[in-house]
């Protein structure tokens, strides 16, 4: 269903790309299909006797799972009273898929993922998508525990555009270093710096406003059945550009990863299209996520 959600905005928004950026493109389709009927043989059984205990706990996961949050939300301005030009519904699809069942370098187990992030503007008549962004990423992850959970340390080397040609063309490349632990028993941190790259030609000013990094927190309000995350992301100007976005979500049922969340945007760079612009949006709906970790 993912497969076909991507394959269908692409054609949708007009792709009609450079040849040089189209062979480009294609490449890494190619890549990615290899890679992909690779799995079945890498995600094999191993021999756990020389694994950690940390290993053996973090093989026990799904190969095959949610990555980021997938949600399903529509909203519409806090600054003015909401219309259909103002108004959206606004969805992410993220999940991952765990590459080879053994550590491989520096005791960390190889991973693909893929996130797609979009914004539809229902309520105008032809109802058409404003915008979509694709993030797939390549990365290397090593688990660890301390006495609260399991944590991770994360390399990356990630992705990120709209799939636009022309002046509507935005994306950027990225090498990623994330760590992300538990600090108490109902409190999670998620630190994430990076190295940008091939971004000048579609948005030189990207960086004004992403920045180098992000940092994320979530937290327990009450017996695994409200949470609460904020994440905060600063342009590398001294100024206020950048976002901040936090959510409340409640869980539906006891042992179901099923959410209704309240999420609020404040700042720039919600979709690469308009990242220069300041969006001040509200937006409620379903939300689907690990119950234990919420990031990875």
């Keep these: 269903m993912a497969d076909n959600i991507f394959w269908y905005s692409m054609g949708n928004q007009g792709y009609n790309d450079s040849p040089k950026k189209g062979s480009m493109r294609i490449k890494l389709i190619i890549a990615l299909l290899l890679v992909t009927l690779k799995l079945p043989l890498l995600a094999q059984v191993v021999d756990s006797t020389n694994l950690t205990e940390t290993q053996r706990d973090f093989l026990r996961l799904p190969a095959f799972s949610i990555y980021k949050d997938n949600y399903f939300l529509t909203g519409s301005t806090v600054e003015h009273s909401p219309n259909k030009d ?8 993220s999940f991952r898929q765990l590459l080879y069942r053994k550590p491989i370098f520096l005791k960390s187990f190889p991973y693909l993922s893929y996130t797609q992030k979009s914004f539809w503007d229902v309520y105008k008549s032809s109802k058409p998508f404003a915008e979509i962004n694709f993030n797939p990423t390549f990365g290397l992850l090593r688990p660890y525990n301390n006495k609260y959970g399991m944590n991770y340390i994360t390399a990356s080397l990630e992705h990120e555009s ?26 999670q941190l998620s630190l994430d710096l990076w190295i940008p790259f091939g971004y000048k030609d579609d948005n030189p000013d990207l960086l004004h406003y992403e920045g180098f990094g992000q940092v994320s927190l979530s937290y327990m309000i009450k017996d695994d059945k409200w949470f609460a995350d904020i994440t905060f992301r600063k342009g590398d100007q001294w100024n206020w550009k950048g976002y901040v976005q936090g959510q409340v979500s409640y869980r539906l049922f006891a042992k179901s990863n099923e ?24 937006r409620i709906g379903l939300l689907l996520r690990p119950n234990k970790n919420v990031f990875f």
């Design 259 to 282: 959410y209704i969340m309240l999420q609020w945007y404040e700042g720039y760079a919600e979709s690469l299209i308009e990242y220069q612009r300041r969006t001040d949006m509200v």
């Design 86 to 93: 103002n108004s959206d519904i606004k969805y992410q699809i």
């Design 162 to 187: 709209n799939g636009r040609d022309s002046i509507f063309s935005r994306s950027w490349n990225r090498i990623s270093f994330g760590w992300h632990t538990y600090l108490t028993q109902k409190l």
